[in-house]
């Protein structure tokens, strides 16, 4: 498996939706797809890279359509992750692809 690294959004803002916090702005296009063998998905690692220098790996627990017709998918982060896991500037990477064979999310998210 490829673990190339990529950056995939910058924070500028969260939305909460049924207890869900999402960050903004939507991942686009453009970083989803990058290779058609590497598309982003539910059980990839992320980085949450804060701007006080702290780094947070989290798995990736979902992708959203966007209500607003913005191109892209919003990040779901999971439960675990909170409001202050993600002050604007924080930038959410892309590690490494899901290595577990069903795909899902592990517990090896938020403190792993």
């Keep these: 498996m490829n673990s190339t690294q990529r950056r995939l959004v910058v924070v500028a803002d969260l939305c ?3 207890g869900r916090i999402f960050p903004l702005p939507a ?19 992320l980085e949450l890279r804060r ?4 780094v947070t790996k989290v798995m990736l627990h979902g992708l ?7 191109e892209g998918l919003f990040i779901e982060l999971g439960p675990q992750v909170t409001k202050q896991d ?9 590690v490494s692809e899901t290595t577990h064979a069903s795909g899902n999310p592990t517990s090896q998210d938020l403190g792993a």
């Design 64 to 70: 959203q359509w966007t209500s607003s017709g913005e």
């Design 27 to 45: 991942v686009p296009n453009a970083l989803l797809h990058p290779e058609p063998e590497e598309p982003l998905k539910p059980g990839d690692q």
């Design 51 to 54: 701007p006080d220098g702290t």
């Design 86 to 94: 993600l002050p604007r500037g924080t930038e959410i990477w892309r």
């Design 16 to 18: 909460e939706h049924t």
